[in-house]
């Protein structure tokens, strides 16, 4: 095996060429969550032209029940079709999932410098939204497995490439996938970690409080109360306990992060006119979590502070806020460092790269959670960097760190779906 591990590491190599064809051409498709078919159809196309079975299906807000937390934000997904294909092996050895997900976050209006579906490349990076986050996992998992292919490599266990919608807005399309019964001895889920090995995931979730006031004119400041000076209470008790949860929340593998699990207030929506007393704000944000913690604790910790603050305001006593949990969860998930999936990824790493990877928390939310949590899939997030650039102007992806993702892929599918002699 140590020789097909030197000719496929050549052969990712030889491949560099196809890799960013293949890369512009996703990029080139814009798919925004909710209008990823054009992309989707495209890959399904290469997965056929691999030899693969392919799946195309429109996912059901049915197939998100497999997780009891999940928060759903649509109820079609017409645009919006997953896809799987299949490469089976001649039989005896173990399954593997390369998943990725195909939607992108929107562009944003300013600061791109090019066309953001542009996927231009200058030395070694190329440009896009998506490019890093994460079009490029999906055309590593692609190439690492064309490669073997290319080599004339029979695997014993089956390959499973997964190209799933929706992961920006709570990974609806993992967990159709999970539901279909696409599962897998292992997987790896090549989101943009800088080349880290990540073999534990934070929970992400979003909340929504209400607070309501008593609308009056502004001159007769005494018939009304204030929502806006309500919220405020509620502003700096939140801020409060992000402070704390910085403070407090450790997790051994997240050593390296600063705030790996905190709370932020991204929206506040409220009052109409500067003459008004206003009657209703809304206060939007984000919560992350420890793979120690359900979302169940999360949830407690953000409706307790909630709670306490509203008991000591003697209006919100009586007129509680309301917290809801609305639109994007994604659960944390982790494997045990010793599991034989995530020594195996690393013995690759080395074989690849030449040195030993570093082993850390994923910087961010990710579908692992739904493959680990419901899919029972012992799953690494592990891909290309740099880490910095998703969701800014300018996205990039370093395609070195590209055609190494792919082989350090290519080497782990050799070891542990094994050869056909
Ligand atoms: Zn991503």
């Not at 429109?58 to 999940?70: A, G, R, S, T, V």
Request: glycine share 10%; net charge negative.
């Amino acid at each position: 095996v140590e020789n097909i591990k030197q000719r496929s590491l050549k052969q990712v190599e030889k491949n560099r060429g196809e890799l960013t064809k293949i890369l512009r051409e996703l990029i080139a498709r814009p798919s925004i969550s909710g209008e990823e078919k054009e992309a989707q159809l495209y890959y399904a196309g290469l997965l056929e032209d691999l030899g693969c079975q392919v799946d195309v299906w429109e996912p059901k807000p049915e197939d998100m029940l497999i997780n009891p937390n999940f928060l759903a934000n649509r109820d079609q997904y017409s645009d919006s079709p997953d896809v799987v294909g299949v490469l089976k092996g001649s039989g005896g050895g173990q399954s593997l999932l390369l998943n990725g997900h195909m939607d992108v976050v929107p562009p944003g209006a300013i600061d791109w410098l090019q066309s953001p579906w542009s996927g231009h490349v200058e030395g070694n990076r190329l440009y896009g939204r998506g490019a890093a986050d994460m079009k490029a996992g999906l055309a590593a998992n692609y190439i690492a497995v064309k490669s073997l292919l290319d080599l004339g490599v029979r695997l014993k266990g089956d390959v499973l490439l997964e190209s799933v919608v929706c992961e920006k807005t709570g990974g609806a399309g993992t967990l159709s996938a999970i539901h279909r019964g696409y599962r897998a001895d292992g997987a790896v889920v090549p989101e943009p970690t800088g080349m880290q090995v990540c073999p534990v995931s934070m929970g992400v979730i979003w909340f929504k409080i209400t607070v309501t006031g008593k609308a009056a004119h502004a001159a007769t400041t005494h018939l009304g109360v204030n929502a806006i000076t309500k919220a405020g209470l509620l502003i700096a008790a939140v801020d409060q306990m992000n402070r704390q949860m910085v403070a407090e929340k450790k997790h051994p593998l997240y050593g390296y992060h600063p705030t790996p699990f905190s709370v932020n207030l991204g929206v506040v929506t409220g009052g109409a006119i500067p003459t008004s007393v206003p009657d209703k704000v809304v206060l939007e944000g984000r919560m992350s979590f420890s793979p120690d913690e359900t979302v169940a604790d999360a949830k407690k910790l953000l409706e307790a502070v909630v709670h306490e603050t509203a008991a000591a305001d003697e209006w919100m006593r009586e007129h509680p806020p309301e917290v809801e949990w609305f639109g994007f969860f994604l659960d944390s998930g982790s494997v045990d460092l010793s599991h034989p999936f995530v020594k195996t990824l690393c013995h690759n790493y080395e074989t690849a790269l030449g040195r030993a990877p570093q082993v850390v928390g994923s910087p961010f939310g990710t579908d692992a959670g739904s493959l680990i949590r419901y899919g029972h899939i012992p799953t690494v997030i592990f891909g290309p960097g740099p880490s910095s650039t998703p969701h800014k102007a300018n996205e990039y992806v370093d395609l070195d760190s590209v055609v190494q993702t792919a082989q350090v892929l290519a080497c782990t599918l050799l070891d542990w779906c094994g050869v056909e002699e």
